[in-house]
């Protein structure tokens, strides 16, 4: 079986199919390592990457005015036990263009592997950039999962994302995002992690609100079972007037499992805001008992409830 | 008389050697509504936690039966699984839980379109709904009333089903504890609301924990109203505080 057929055949894993690959309309990147095994690009879009043997460099570029009507596919990952990939990426989404982002890492069968990835995002005033990031990881727990990105706002552009890894071990996880906003600009940050086992998972989400009515959101859902343990941290600055942020973090711990929640919020205009709510503990009792008295066994109501929080 | 669907029989829970529930006795025959009045901190609540099989709501003495079973040494979803269930007086919030999987727990398959309808509910508008901070108080509220309607119950325990609901909205839920009552049910009905005691099939009032009058619901309220203590002194049940 080819590389490129085993990371399609993950793909489900992370809730994509393998077809996109054939449809003309969507564009994508498919890399093994550092090796491009296939891509397609569609108007308005600019996909500049370089092979190199230490990583894969290189550019995506949305033009202004352009919104890209089906989601950019980018599918990473390692079809070895061991290896290392490393990615630095510059995404620019221009003034007033549009594009959604979907970003596969895989790596099914990483017993001792490493993914490394530095990227600087730039949305251009008036733009907007959807970027869903789904990990899968394989059962073995061996993987080291680095995401590091910086990330510019423009005035009143828009800014998602949303990371999971819910399916397979974590390994250890370390994300470290900064997101700088500017004048009425938009972000909103979701991370759904399950940690298994002896998972280490830190999570670091910075936002600064530079711009005067500029808002952010981080929100964070953690469950851990077994002996895992994270660490989050939800920073956020409010510098101007009007700009308004909250930082919203829950994680469910279970087993000898454990966690810790820092959220800091700084404000540094009289006229800005920034909330901030974090719970740490096990499922919620009243929870657990209504579900149990409509039938469900404990198993099935804890099911249910992670299930929940992680969607 | 026949045997009845609950039986509680000298039911006895205390917190630090304090009894919450007193040698308590109460039947409540199948296809009643039950009302179960009583004073604030009178232990209703704690009557229902310990019939549902809560955490920590371990009676000391006493039995109950329902249906003839053997309540108390089963765990709390094997009592749910014998139709028994709650419906709690500030139901619990689910993150990312929707309406539509609340109201077919443990039965995919079912259509819980009926239900939401019969709580007053538009399906298309709220089976899509997570049962999250978003709802309101009253919402929520329907919403426990249509899980509870569409669960089937022997026996639903209803805690203050109509608190939090406006005015003109009482005759609904006073609608869905009859609609229970017509399926087959029969309601274990805690509540303060005199317009919904008196719907009630049989009526009693709950003081110190126990049962000090059972009656038609009339006579229950009214005996109810007549009382002058607020923690029971010996006026109502002779039940003098240590």
């Not at chain 1, 061991?82 to 003034?95: K, L, M, N, R």
Request: glycine share 10%; proline share 5%; hydrophobic share 40%.
């Amino acid at each position: 079986m080819s590389d490129l057929e085993q990371l399609m055949r993950v793909l489900p894993m992370v809730g994509a199919e393998p077809s996109i690959l054939d449809d003309t309309g969507i564009a994508h990147v498919v890399a093994q390592g550092h090796h491009i095994l296939s891509r397609r690009t569609v108007p308005g879009l600019r996909v500049e990457l370089e092979e190199t043997p230490g990583a894969l460099i290189g550019h995506i570029v949305v033009e202004a005015g352009v919104a890209i009507a089906q989601p950019i596919h980018l599918c990473f990952g390692l079809t070895h036990p061991t290896g290392v990939q490393q990615i630095a990426i510059d995404v620019q989404v221009q003034e007033g263009a549009q594009a959604r982002v979907l970003s596969h890492c895989l790596f099914p069968v990483a017993q001792s592997a490493q993914h490394r990835m530095q990227a600087v995002m730039t949305i251009g005033p008036g733009a907007s950039l959807t970027y869903t990031e789904g990990h899968y990881h394989g059962p073995h727990g061996g993987m080291q999962v680095l995401p590091h990105a910086t990330i510019k706002i423009g005035k009143g552009a828009r800014y998602f994302s949303d990371f999971s890894l819910l399916s397979g071990s974590v390994g250890n996880l370390d994300i470290d995002y900064l997101v700088e906003v500017e004048e009425e600009g938009l972000a909103e940050l979701s991370a759904k992690i399950f940690g298994h086992k002896t998972d280490r998972i830190t999570l670091k989400e910075s936002v600064i609100l530079r711009g005067q009515r500029s808002r952010s959101l981080i929100k964070t859902r953690v469950v851990l079972e077994g002996d895992a343990s994270a660490e989050i941290t939800g920073i956020t600055e409010a510098h101007a007037k009007g700009a308004r942020g909250h930082v919203d973090c829950m994680e469910i711990v279970q087993g000898r499992a454990h966690a810790s929640a820092v959220p800091i919020v700084k404000v540094f205009h009289p006229e800005a805001k920034v909330t901030h709510e974090a719970a740490i503990g096990s499922v919620d009792k009243k929870e657990l008992e209504t579900l149990m008295a409509r039938g469900l066994n404990p198993e099935q109501a804890v099911e249910l409830i992670v299930s929940g929080i992680l969607r | 008389m026949p045997i009845p669907l609950l039986d509680i029989q000298g039911l006895t829970f205390e917190v630090d050697h304090h009894s919450i529930l007193d040698r308590l006795d109460l039947a409540v025959q199948a296809g009643h509504i039950h009302a179960l009045l009583g004073a604030n901190g009178s232990g209703k609540t704690t009557l229902a936690y310990v019939l549902m099989g809560c955490e920590g709501y371990r009676p000391s003495a006493g039995r109950v039966r329902l249906g003839g079973t053997e309540l108390l040494p089963l765990k709390m979803h094997e009592r749910a699984r014998l139709g028994l269930t709650l419906a709690w007086q500030e139901p619990a919030r689910f993150e990312g839980v929707t309406v539509r999987e609340y109201l077919s727990l443990g039965k995919p398959e079912s259509n819980p379109e009926p239900a939401l309808k019969q709580v007053g509910l538009d399906p298309d508008r709220y089976l899509t709904r997570r049962l999250d901070k978003a709802l309101s108080g009253g919402e929520r509220h329907r919403i426990e009333l249509a899980s509870v309607l569409s669960m089937k119950p022997k026996l639903a325990i209803l805690d203050e089903p109509a608190a939090g609901i406006d005015m003109l909205s009482i005759n609904h839920i006073i609608g869905i504890i009859r609609a229970l009552k017509d399926a087959g049910g029969s309601v274990l009905l805690i509540t303060h609301q005199e317009e919904v005691a008196l719907i009630a099939d049989r009526a009693s009032q709950l003081c110190a924990g126990r049962i000090v009058f059972s009656g038609n619901p009339r006579e229950a309220v009214d005996h109810f109203r007549g009382r002058t203590c607020v923690r029971c002194d010996g006026e109502v049940c002779g039940y003098v505080r240590p």
